[in-house]
């Protein structure tokens, strides 16, 4: 089943603060096998000229994605998540996620289109701090493929 | 050490880098990342929906791709933007061995203000997993 292109444009109200701990970015440092001394000493980020530990470019994607939640479980939009796969994931920075940050994200469908029977969807996660001020945009495109398809 | 504007060209090459990722990376980075989905650890799920073998996270490959300008530049918050596509599933088999990820990247223009645009290519067993994937990265 399309989606409904009149969602093309809703925005969804800002979701409640998320704050970075300087632990989460270590472990996520760590995940990822990223030994950047930016992401888990202070004084090494210091040097650097940021305030505290920062995170990882792709790091955000963690607090956008969850927000997009809200788009992803609309019963009004009706996206069947069990057949959605990632296609595409774009970041612009206005400055990294640093420890101690509390995170808004305003959520945003910015494009719905069909393409050979499967839907494609395109959320924009505007990433804000406690003072309003922007951090980062997240662009993610999902692609929930044709019921009818099989096997690929 | 600052990467200079002044010094890098087009056609530039960052090093190269490999990254071995096996079924205990997905398991730390879906904990690390809150990205629970099956298809990341769960074979007999990921079978069921028609993939050949669990597969790695979208946003792992994307984070390692990310370390070669990272690691290039030093200080991450040099990278202004990030996009890729993902266009093919990395497979991670449970043989103890894994998959490895490789990255090259190179300059592909000079911008204004001191910026960069990196055009990077990641592959798994030569095969390309992410396309149209780019940089930019303000340099010194």
Known sequence: MALDPSFIGRSYPPTEPY???????REFAVAIGDANPA?????????LGHPDVIAPPTFPFAITYRAAGQVVEDPELGLDYSRV????????????????DRLAVEVTIDAIKTLAGNDVLTVRGEVTDATGEHVVTSVMTLVARAADETGE | MAISYDEVEVGTELPAQSFPVTRATLVQYAGASGDFNPIHWNEKFALEVGLPDVIAHGMFTMAEAARVVTDWVGDPAAVIEYGVRFTRPVPVPNDGVGAVIEVTAKVAKKLDDRTVQVDLVATTGGQKVLGMSKAVVRLA
């Open chain 1, 19 to 25: 704050e970075v701990g300087r632990e989460k970015i």
């Open chain 1, 39 to 47: 992401y888990t000493d202070a004084e090494a980020a210091k040097a």
């Open chain 1, 85 to 100: 796969v990632h296609r595409d994931q774009q970041f612009r920075y206005t400055r990294p996620v640093v420890a101690g």
